[in-house]
């Protein structure tokens, strides 16, 4: 692994063919996830009160095999879920739906997403329900002492981190770990309440006690391994030590 190079708001390391750009001020910021604390949601009028989060549209897999794969992990681990702790437990082991090709936890008949259910992510356990409100799989992974990156689809776990691939060449590509903007929700950015990583919506989720880089290390850890995290976050401390927070 080569030493990682500033570029204005990007911070690089090079290792195994891929050139890893974080973005500087986002990792060093206290954004912090609002969730039931006064997110507003993603709809288009805001909506503390339904606790929703990001998941009213429901969770979309990757292309191609990754997400086929994904879409059956998530789907396994979904079995696993009782009733006690997954609200639409009834409607994921129901009957499909004729007319949209909804089955079990999918939106679809290609598993291309989850299925949305009385206007959220059929996961998301609604506000007083016994078992916990939030996403269900998150509820049992962390039940289970285990990661929920390991469990939620990664679009979820992932949030709001970004990652976009760029092949550079033929053994080389390049991998942008940025904050989620209001562009990149597509059609949906123009009807969108509020964007929680936009300062210029507010700036309401920039509150927590740690920076990013420190908040998020179990997801930077699953985006680009140990050794790349490690390296990114010795650069990002002033006392220019690079531990993972908890194993010091």
Not at 9 to 34: A, K, M, P, Q, Y
């Amino acid at each position: 692994m080569t030493a990682p190079v500033a570029t204005g708001e990007f911070v690089e390391i090079t290792t195994d063919g891929t050139v890893w750009r974080f973005e500087r001020e986002f990792l060093e910021s206290n954004w912090t996830c609002r969730f039931g604390a006064g997110c507003k949601g993603i709809l288009e009028h805001p909506a503390e009160e339904l606790n929703q989060g990001c998941c009213s549209l429901g969770a979309h897999f990757g292309d191609g095999p990754a997400g086929e794969a994904e879409a059956m992990t998530v789907d396994a681990y979904a079995a696993m879920l009782s009733p006690e702790h997954f609200q639409y437990h009834g409607v994921a082991h129901g009957a499909a739906d004729p007319e949209t090709g909804a089955n079990g936890i999918f939106g679809d008949a290609e598993r291309s997403h989850t299925r949305v259910v009385d206007g959220a992510c059929i996961f998301l356990n609604r506000p007083g329900f016994p078992g916990g409100e939030g996403c269900a799989l998150h509820i049992a992974a962390i039940e289970s002492d285990e990661s929920p990156t390991e469990w939620k689809p990664s679009v979820c776990w992932q949030l709001p981190l970004r990652i976009d691939w760029q092949e550079i060449d033929a053994d080389t590509e390049s991998a942008t770990v940025r904050r989620w903007t209001r562009a990149d929700w597509g059609d949906h950015a123009d009807t969108m309440a509020w964007c929680c990583t936009e300062r210029a919506d507010g700036g309401e989720a920039y509150c927590g006690d740690d920076r990013v880089v420190d908040s998020m290390a179990d997801e930077l850890v699953a985006l680009a391994g140990n050794e790349v995290y490690v390296e990114l976050r010795r650069r990002l401390c002033p006392d220019g030590r690079g531990e993972v927070p908890g194993t010091s």
